[in-house]
């Protein structure tokens, strides 16, 4: 926790003197107890912006390859992604997937916070796609609440296909808390699509973004 806390104070002073972002609603985040952080997805640096901001730890899934390349980059990639509590998860094989959603119930199970996003990977032209369940899954089968997130602006800290980060101002607008009953994971596919649904009107809410009714079927995920 100390190297967390080291790690999260840092690189929310580099942020904040940086970008010097508007952050409104981080009183909507529970004090204690499990939570879901539930973010629309426009940068490569959302997760690093969010767990930075938050005002508790909050675990992302993170590529395997962060954990596994090599040098000195890699190295503090690794510390980096290790200490802020990410989760290496292999895209496109489905048993590490399923693997990484079971982690994440163990750290709701101790009372702690992980973050997902809905849309599943990054939106390149600002639309916020439909939500895929797995955020509607995590909030029936464990009960805990749901903290939707909308950032504004965050897109152009890193363009899509550039390398390096050019900072200035964003927005994250933390929602108030989204309450489901926990069924566990015995529940039906329309209350989980009813759930993910809700919880997308609250993300369009906080961040003012067109809407579209297909999944985002992006080449690239973050």
Known sequence: MAMFDAIRWTTRGLVTSTCRPTVIGLDNVPKEGPFIVAPNHLSFLDSVIVQALMPRPVAFFAK????????????????????VGSIPVERGEQAASVQALKTLLEILDSGKGVGI??????????????????????????????????????????????????????????????????????????????????????????????????????????
């Open 64 to 83: 395997a390859e962060y954990f596994t390349t090599g040098g000195v980059k890699g190295k503090v990639m690794k510390s980096f992604f290790e200490a």
């Open 117 to 222: 996003y809905p849309e599943g990977t990054r939106s390149r032209d600002g639309i916020l796609y439909r939500g895929r369940t797995g955020v509607g899954w995590l909030a029936l089968t464990t009960g805990a609440p749901v903290i939707p997130v909308g950032l504004i602006g965050t897109e152009h800290l890193q363009p899509a296909d550039s390398k390096s980060v050019k900072p200035q101002h964003f927005t994250m607008k933390v929602g108030e808390p989204l309450y489901f009953d926990k069924t566990g994971p015995d529940h039906s596919l329309p209350a989980r699509r009813q759930a993910t649904d809700r919880i997308m009107d609250a993300i369009a809410a906080l961040s003012g973004q067109e809407r579209s009714t297909s999944y985002n079927q992006s080449k690239t995920v973050e």
